[in-house]
């Protein structure tokens, strides 16, 4: 119910506003794919992400390695040698679950790394929105990668390869300016390719075989 309601006050919103002001919106996961700043940031959180990952793994090995002895040796132990080998097997679960968090929870090592990462590439995006948003005259931009749910977006307010073009990432083929979603590319007739000799061959009408004459019979 309560998503509803925001869905039906956020297109209240918009209709009241673009009759007065000029609104557009972009896709930024689109623009962040075209960027090779970000395609590099993806490759190096990815090795990152391996190194801890390894470690993780190696912590994981030794606790399993404490309960394999545990297993194997717990009926020659004494109840308090029992405790002591499950203190010790616990304090190294708790380790593990740690450095867990540490790394991947939220606001961990992996988070923290991506976010100073992303920082310059967030900000280059962001100064190429503000100066086509300018430039167009703009006064509301919305991101349609965002949080914001966009039910119907109008590919005339789309400014996304206007924002490609600032950044210099803009291509003629595939990138055409505030024409239509980044996303929603149809093939243009010039885009097909070109049909060979031997296709054409195939699309020439079949010609019918010709009857044979009939001979006429002779009056009498």
Do not use: C
């Not at 024409?179 to 000799?197: F, Q, T």
């Not at 079949?206 to 009498?220: C, G, H, I, L, S």
Request: charged share 35%; no cysteine.
């Amino acid at each position: 119910m309560k998503k509803f309601l925001f869905i039906f006050l956020a297109g209240f919103f918009l209709t009241h506003i673009s009759n007065a002001q000029k609104i557009g919106y972009i896709d930024s996961n689109f623009i962040l794919s075209k960027m090779p700043a970000y395609n590099k940031v993806q490759q190096e959180m990815d090795k990152y992400a391996e190194t801890w990952q390894r470690e993780l793994e190696s912590l994981q090995k030794d606790v399993d390695k404490l309960k394999q002895e545990y297993r194997a040796e717990e009926v020659l132990l004494t109840e308090e040698m029992k405790k002591k080998r499950q203190a010790e097997i616990s304090k190294k679960e708790t380790e593990v679950r740690d450095y867990q968090r540490k790394v991947f929870g939220y606001e961990g090592m992996m988070f923290k790394r991506r976010q100073d990462l992303m920082r310059p590439i967030q900000d280059e995006v962001f100064t190429a929105v503000e100066k086509v948003s300018k430039a167009k005259q703009i006064a509301i931009m919305f991101d349609k990668s965002g949080d914001l749910v966009m039910i119907y977006t109008n590919p005339v307010h789309d400014y996304t390869e206007y924002v490609l073009e600032e950044l210099g990432l803009a291509s003629d083929k595939a990138n055409t300016p505030g024409a239509r979603p980044a996303d929603a590319l149809k093939e243009s007739p010039d885009d097909l390719p070109a049909v060979g000799e031997e296709a054409q061959e195939e699309q020439k009408p079949v010609e019918q075989p010709k009857k044979p004459a009939t001979k006429k019979k002779p009056n009498n």
